[in-house]
């Protein structure tokens, strides 16, 4: 008679078994824990990257548009300010009052000039002063484009809103004109955002004047380190035009070990 031998596990070959699968499965779960979330920082901190470098270019753009000598720093309640006027379209005048005020005056058209040209006018502004104090190189109002071809062909003629007109402290020796915005602002706050203000008018000092509510101004930032924006100014010499230099740190949100510092250098235009 043939015995049958039954096979089966005991107990304790269970339970190792039972343990050995958890370590396993408590490793898997790590692993795949910290691969996820590796890539969830990885993603936030390209994202931070990006906003950085879109804030900083943001600024950057403007002060590359803007008229000679109108770029400057300023405080307002503490915080780090930069202030510049923007050029709107530029051109070549044929003459300008200066002796006496004027109604208007003939210029070359336009690039692609169209009839609906307006801004300030802005000739010969020499100095931060020139931009800013009153009667000097910038109209006190507001001038608007003819249609090509008045008051002949490839001119036009630009009007001021207001007679008598404005007559202007020098001429450019150029002959260089330009119509340009109210000056816009880039300032920083308590909250570690970055705002954009405009439409608060010309003033020799800024620091009360910008709109701290409504819709001149524009949210750029919001995760910015508190203080840390900052502007460097380097005025120009003989080898080179003059630097603005931007730097701000960006933090990562829900995080205050985490930061990117970023910076960067635009050269201004330094001819009126």
């Not at 309640?77 to 005020?101: D, H, K, Q, R």
């Not at 003033?203 to 380190?225: E, F, M, Q, W, Y």
């Amino acid at each position: 008679m043939i015995k049958k031998v039954v096979r089966g596990f005991t107990l304790i070959e269970l339970v190792m078994v039972i343990v050995v699968l958890g370590i396993l499965a408590a490793g898997s779960v790590k692993f795949i824990a910290f691969s996820a979330q590796g890539l969830v920082d990885t993603t936030e901190r390209q994202a931070l990257a990006s906003s950085a470098t879109i804030a900083i270019e943001k600024v950057m753009r403007e002060v590359r548009r803007a008229l000679p000598n109108s770029v400057r720093k300023f405080t307002d309640s503490g915080y780090e300010c930069i202030e510049m006027v923007p050029i709107l379209y530029s051109s070549e005048y044929i003459s300008i009052p200066t002796a006496s005020a004027a109604i208007s005056f003939d210029s070359i058209k336009f690039v692609n000039g169209d009839g609906t040209e307006a801004g300030y006018v802005a000739v010969y502004p020499d100095s931060l002063g020139s931009v800013y104090d009153a009667n000097q190189s910038i109209s006190s109002m507001t001038a608007t484009a003819s249609a090509v071809g008045v008051p002949s062909a490839d001119l036009q003629r630009i009007t001021f809103s207001t007679a008598p007109g404005y007559r202007f402290p020098t001429d450019s020796p150029r002959k260089r004109f330009y119509l340009v915005s109210q000056p816009i602002s880039f300032c920083d706050d308590a909250n570690g955002r970055l705002w954009r203000y405009q439409n608060y008018g010309f003033h020799s000092d800024s620091s009360s004047s910008i709109p701290t509510v409504g819709s001149n101004r524009t949210l750029i930032a919001d995760s910015l380190k508190p203080n840390s924006l900052s502007f460097n100014i380097q005025p120009a010499q003989l080898q080179r035009n003059a630097v603005v230099r931007m730097t701000v740190v960006i933090a990562r949100p829900n995080s205050t070990t985490e930061f990117i510092d970023i910076s960067q250098e635009v050269q201004l235009r330094n001819v009126p």
